[in-house]
């Protein structure tokens, strides 16, 4: 099975199908899992870490063709997880197989764009691990150029986009129940990152990253349900002595960094990404509307929150009436339980349940010729603002423009 290239169609025509549950994944409702046809996919696998957690083998229209990983015994992990028995020690080898129609790329961060645009030249559709690109606008340049000029699929992998709690903030919007989101606070904590800057006394890529060159879980809470778009801001570094700091690849002064975008509709997103500190490890947002917040569960405190504005009122210690607001526990689904994913993929799987749908959304856009949910543009969306956040870092805090490419 081979495409041509998308069905032509713009990115906003198809956001607009997204957001009024045409795209069905993304928003829940009344799509089930219809098998599309008999076709199989031929994928493959690179990338023997994050690549063994996702679950292309269980899709009905999925075929693992092959695997690849530089070390040889996360080549033999693959191949056990996929029950795959061809495998390539590099991915240069494993594009020149003519039956492998699709790559998933989960290599490390640096390599990300070098690789999607081996594997696009080579004519596979690819799925790639986070961030789109490593630290570079110029880099956002060239993925978009390469998605384009090959008219086949990319999808970045976002795990946040299908969190199961985004998955119901997704209906609560389509709904309207939020009202207007006039605020979002979006954070990724992480603290003792620091144990996987080196394997074997060696430094890894990871070793000094900047924290807003990995900003995607937070930024895909926001772009990721109401299409927005982050047109300005102001970031804050924070780091120490440690010399970590001091001596890296990246120059990276900060454990920690917060930032404070303005979008294209006037609303604010504070995402605060912290690699240092005591606090627990989370990826969690919160959303204000005008009638109705959502609140991810917090590490250090209560489930899912829905906060109403009603009529209703009190009386305060001064005396003077207010507002009451009504707190409201929220139940939430177990929606990789359900008929939004083929029989053998309901189940949990990392990252709150995102991984079977990532992985669905892909094979399904590729047989249906379609644009994913998380294309180029959303993903550069999302990678984008945290490289100029960086630069706002680096710079004091200084407000700076995001430059746009859709």
Known sequence: MRTSGLSQQTRREFCTKVAGGVAALGIPGRFTFVQPSEKKLRV????????????????????????SDLRPERRGHLMETYQCAKSYDSLEKLVLDPKIEAVFIATPGPDHLRHVMLAMKAGKHVMCAVPAVWGSLEECEKLLRVVKSTGLVYMMAETSYYHQAMISVRRFYKEGKFGNIFYTEAEYHHDGLEELFFEDGQRTWRHGMAPMHYPTHCTSMLIGLTGERLKEVTCIGWGDDDPILKDNAYNNPFWNETALFKTDRGNALRVAIFWKGAHKVTERAQWYGDKMSFFEPHPHGPGHIIIRRERQTEVDEKGKVRYLPQFEKYEQPQYWET????????????????????????????????????????????????????????????????????
């Open 339 to 406: 008929d939004m994913l083929p029989p053998l993929m309901r189940h949990y799987s990392y990252h709150d349940g995102s991984h079977t749908f990532l992985t669905h959304e892909f094979v399904e856009a590729v047989l249906n010729n379609r644009r994913p949910t998380i294309d180029v543009y959303e993903a550069i969306a999302y990678t984008a603002p945290g490289i100029v956040a960086h630069e706002s870092a680096l710079k004091g805090g200084l407000q700076m423009k995001i430059p746009q490419f859709d």
């Open 44 to 67: 493959a696998i690179v990338g023997g870490n994050f690549g063994s957690t996702f679950h292309f083998h269980e899709h009905p229209n999925c075929i693992v063709e092959a695997v």
